[in-house]
């Protein structure tokens, strides 16, 4: 798993590439559902390939923490998986930003 406590209110995820998405989301779902009052900040650098899977998997992480009051953040996701979003109406869900210590910063500056 490369999901990480990066304080004691951020979690770190460095997504693999495919087919191992769905699975680290999921890990995710549970440790936020086991920490509760916390960030996530999602590294894309190894995604190439978001599938429908995923997606979902993303949007209920982000209905977890928005349910939490709580953020979440993608960082390094390329041209094409904005694309996707984009298609999917679901670019104005995502916070996303360039690089993954503004991800970081973003989520700190509201703890």
Known sequence: MSAQ?????????????????VEELQETERLVRE???CDVVV???E???LTSNSLAELV?????????RRKLVLCHVDT??????SVTGLD????????KFDALATVQTLA
């Open 35 to 37: 920490k509760g009052d």
């Open 92 to 99: 104005d869900l995502f916070e996303i930003v360039d690089e």
């Open 80 to 85: 094409a998986t904005k694309g996707v979003f």
């Open 43 to 45: 590294d894309f650098s």
């Open 60 to 68: 209920r992480l982000q209905t977890l923490l928005a349910q939490c």
């Open 47 to 49: 995604v190439t390939i």
């Open 5 to 21: 406590k990066w304080s004691e209110q951020v979690i770190l995820v460095e997504l693999p590439a495919e087919p191992g998405v």
